[in-house]
């Protein structure tokens, strides 16, 4: 599995996937090993992050409105989540997190001349790790919500859907609207499970249904086991990464996709740091580059053309 570089991006299919993101699925029993909080290898400042992604001029006025602690330390504290092709996973046989996040996060390094050091957390981690310190960003395709707005900046990067997995044939006919009383798997933070879900269970109450069952999951890899071995309904979850799983796993079908919007970066609030990562993503999303590393893992409908500021979802 290899990532794309200024002279070349992988782009031939497997099954419909993209053949660099096809070879994740081998490397899910070598990341299940890696404990959150680890470090992923991350270099670059410069020549398109080590080659990990198209290079990208420095972006001067950007870079301007960085952050002196950030300026002067040229890098970059970015927590991402892993297990998730094609968000985000490692490499086969490493620990080199790859995906359309952690490259995004690269772009975003290659932009503002500094270097991204990823960390790898838990996704409900994420957000009490940015509040202490620990991190200046991620990038895990978190939906921007009035309540995440209480502790981080957004800027929208990409847009994807939620989707329903459920077992081949999808014997009981589920979509999102017909979960009322069923098994469901979520990632634990989650758009999903925080918003979805209770939005959900309104409806159910409302028609003399019982709840949703929730069954809350550190990483998504291991709710599809769960649902592959009949212990779940369905699974709910974003699109790119249950949309990947079906078409590597033949027990499992796509119900349905809803609400396709935006994701954000989201970014501590101290030192404005939003003014500068704001500026390096409007450059960002108009760049050929971001446009090759969303079609190296078969996402180029994700694209979008304004990187909003704090705008819920």
């Known amino acids: 599995m290899n990532s794309p570089t200024k002279s070349a991006v992988t782009t031939c299919a497997v099954r419909g996937v993209p053949a660099m993101v096809a070879a994740a699925a081998l490397a899910l029993s070598v990341a299940a090993c890696t404990p959150a909080g680890s470090t992923a290898a991350s270099s670059g400042g410069a020549a398109g992050q080590a080659a990990s992604v198209p ?3 420095v972006d001067a006025a950007a870079v301007a409105l960085l952050p002196a602690s950030i300026k002067s330390a040229k ?3 970015v927590a ?4 998730e092709p094609p968000t985000q996973y490692y490499r086969t046989g490493t620990h080199d997190l790859t995906g359309v996040n952690p490259d995004v996060a690269r772009l975003i390094g290659e932009a503002l001349g500094v270097k991204v050091d990823i960390q790898v957390a838990n996704f409900d981690s994420i957000i009490p790790g940015i ?3 620990r991190y200046d960003m991620t990038v895990s395709s978190m939906t921007p919500t009035a309540e995440r707005m209480k502790v981080l900046d957004f800027v929208d990067y990409m847009q994807i859907g939620s ?4 077992a081949k044939g999808n014997p009981q006919g589920l979509t999102e609207n017909s979960l009322c009383g069923k098994k469901v798997g979520l990632l634990t933070g989650s758009y999903q499970l925080t918003v979805d879900v209770p939005t959900f269970d309104k409806a159910c109450s409302t028609a003399g249904k019982r709840k949703i069952q929730v069954n809350a999951f550190q990483d998504t890899r291991q709710a599809i086991s769960a649902l592959t071995s009949a212990r779940l309904d369905a699974v709910l979850a974003d699109s790119p990464i249950l949309n990947f799983a079906a078409t590597q796993n033949p027990q499992i079908d796509i119900a349905s996709k809803y609400a396709f919007t935006p994701v954000g970066v989201g970014l501590t609030k101290q030192d404005g740091l939003v003014k500068s990562v704001s500026a390096a993503l409007a450059a960002v999303i108009k760049s050929d580059a971001y446009v090759k590393v969303l079609g190296t893992y078969g996402l180029q409908s994700s694209a979008i053309t304004d990187a909003r500021v704090n705008f819920a979802q």
Not at 80 to 83: G, M
Not at 163 to 166: I, S, W
């Open 131 to 133: 509040a202490a310190g």
């Open 75 to 77: 890098v970059l504290r």
């Open 80 to 83: 991402i989540p892993t297990n």
């Open 55 to 57: 290079s990208l001029p």
């Open 163 to 166: 989707t329903v997995a459920v």
